[in-house]
């Protein structure tokens, strides 16, 4: 099979400022929901979900959702997306060091 001549390969380091921004969004839509869902009474209702049917044949269950409920999700996915990006960050470290030892095996460094 050939390569398409046309197609970019990536780098690590691009692949890696791709995933980070990706999930940069995502902590920043769950900040920005966190302070809206903090100024809301937490009994009042935000939205709803569905659940599985209960039994085989029936319709499937909605179940409302608080801003209490909502609160503690946006906290969830908010601390879930700061782990990513500390991962991503340490990789980027590593692919750092990573480079320069290549380079430094290679002569282009000297100490």
Do not use: C
């Not at 302070?35 to 179940?63: S, T, W």
């Not at 409302?64 to 909502?70: D, F, N, P």
């Amino acid at each position: 099979m050939t390569e398409d001549p046309n197609k970019r390969k990536h780098t690590t380091q691009e692949l890696l400022n791709l995933f980070h921004n990706t999930h940069l969004q995502k902590l920043v839509a769950a900040w920005i929901n966190i302070g809206v869902f903090e100024k809301i009474d937490p009994k009042e209702r935000v939205g709803e979900r569905v659940a599985p049917p209960l039994a085989k044949g029936q319709m499937p269950v909605r179940i409302e959702i608080t801003a209490k409920e909502a609160l503690e999700n946006e906290h969830k996915k908010f601390k879930g997306q700061a782990d990513i990006l500390r991962a991503i960050q340490k990789r980027e470290k590593e692919l750092g060091k990573m480079k320069d030892e290549e380079l430094y095996a290679k002569g282009k460094i000297s100490t």
